[in-house]
């Protein structure tokens, strides 16, 4: 059971274009958003953190910051974020095929070089402690660019913001990501853990 509970979408009749930008992104307002809507400016600052960071502008393709998000959300251990980044990654255009395939990403024909220089990135920069070496640095740079190197780092910090505030307070899972995680990751044997229904 979340420590906190979320409230409406319709308590806070300000926020509504903020929580239209992550309807957007995952098809919904996230129970995340609908607790910390106790602190409005905090919901204004996010989402604009968030469109920074996943805006139409960006040199990184947009499912696969959200292929970043779910690795570094599983370094991090936050079950709330790996299901939710996968029903954003679909959204955005990474097939079911890949999303089957994402924990073999080391050896499918599905994942480029570059792909997996940047999924490993993530593991390490999402661990705690944080593993990013000089060599997995050079390795990443050898395929993206300093640009786009921070973009793809601005999302791994992005989910640390989110993994701490989900796990913080046991965020409860909303339907359509539970399934979407237990099908996706079965073969990891994802489950919601603390997110789950009470």
Wanted: hydrophobic share 45%; net charge negative.
């Amino acid at each position: 059971m979340a420590h906190i509970q979320p409230l409406p979408a319709s308590h806070s009749p300000e926020l509504q274009e903020h929580f239209a930008v992550f309807e957007k992104i995952l098809g919904f307002v996230p129970n995340s958003l609908l607790t910390m809507q106790r602190k409005p400016k905090m919901v204004q600052g996010f989402a604009a953190l968030t469109e920074s960071m996943m805006g139409p502008d960006s040199e990184v393709d947009l499912g696969f910051k959200r292929l970043l998000a779910h690795f570094a959300s599983s370094a991090a251990g936050c079950r709330y974020c790996q299901a939710h980044s996968l029903v954003a990654a679909r959204i955005h255009g990474i097939s079911d095929a890949k999303l089957a395939e994402l924990w073999s990403y080391k050896t499918s024909a599905l994942f480029s070089d570059a792909e997996r220089a940047a999924m490993d990135f993530a593991l390490a920069a999402g661990s705690v402690p944080n593993s990013v070496d000089e060599a997995l640095m050079q390795r990443l740079k050898q395929h993206w660019s300093e640009n786009q190197i921070l973009e793809i780092l601005g999302v791994i910090s992005l989910y640390g913001f989110l993994n701490r505030w989900n796990d913080s307070l046991a965020t409860e899972l909303e339907d359509g990501p539970q399934q979407l995680a237990t099908q996706m990751l079965a073969d990891q044997h994802w489950d919601a853990g603390k997110h789950g229904k009470s």
